[in-house]
């Protein structure tokens, strides 16, 4: 089955204290990329790479880190961990057509809590 | 100017009505765009992809796109409850960013 893994999908945290939340795709997707949700702010873009050790910063970077070693997976790295963090996270790929990136699949989100 | 602006709403729909749900996008050189569905606590699901001006119909849904107006909007046809949710539109930039707009909630009314 085609799919968006990502772990964990619910964390509670401290201030301070390293995570890492996981990604990892199936369908041989070159896209990929981190959005977090926010009441009232929609879906905002943190990263995304269009393939294998190329990342760009999306509108919202500040505070995290990713790494693209393997086509399947795309970490999301918060190094110390705030409480303005707390959010849902949301991975998704999509493959790469002419014009950019195509339709977007999600992961099932993942809900951190930085306390 | 935001770079993908909806209206929130709420917006309420008869059922068996047509809903229309629209949004305006602010890079004139955006060549790919979407709209996804995202129903409460649910990762988002697309519903449609267009990239040339003009009508593109799937089922019940037809999304249209004017590049001139930067303008894209999604109709829903013969609308039922299960159409409940907040429909996403999105644009997918120049430089491989995709961009959401917050999103239109939409209420189907029985």
């Known amino acids: 089955e085609a799919q968006v893994t990502q772990n964990p999908r619910y964390l509670i945290t401290v201030t301070g204290k390293k995570l890492t939340v996981t990604c990892s795709q199936n369908?041989?997707?070159?896209?990929m990329s981190w959005y977090r949700q926010d009441p009232g702010l929609g879906l905002r873009q943190i990263y995304y790479s269009m393939n294998v050790e190329v990342t760009d910063k999306g509108d919202v970077p500040e505070g995290y880190k990713v790494s693209r070693k393997e086509k399947r997976n795309f970490p999301l790295i918060l190094e110390s961990p705030s409480p303005n963090q707390t959010s849902l996270y949301f991975c998704?790929?999509?493959?790469?057509?002419?014009?950019?990136?195509?339709?977007?699949?999600f992961g099932e989100g993942s809900r951190l809590t930085v306390l | 100017q935001k770079e993908v602006e909806q209206n929130s709403g709420p917006l309420s729909v008869p059922e068996g009505a047509i809903a229309s749900l629209n949004c305006t996008y602010s890079?004139?050189?955006?060549?790919?765009f979407f709209w996804y569905r995202q129903y409460s606590g649910k990762s988002p699901e697309l519903i449609m992809s267009i990239y040339s001006n003009g009508d593109k119909e799937d089922g019940r849904f037809t999304a249209q796109l004017n590049k001139a107006s930067q303008y894209v909007s999604l109709l829903i046809r013969d609308s039922q409850p299960s159409d409940s949710a907040t429909y996403l539109c999105a644009v997918s930039k120049w430089d491989d960013k995709i961009i959401f707009g917050k999103g239109t909630r939409l209420h189907i009314l029985p």
């Open positions: 998704a790929s999509s493959a790469r057509l002419a014009g950019g990136p195509g339709e977007l699949f």
């Open positions: 369908m041989n997707h070159e896209y």
């Open positions: 890079d004139r050189v955006s060549q790919s």
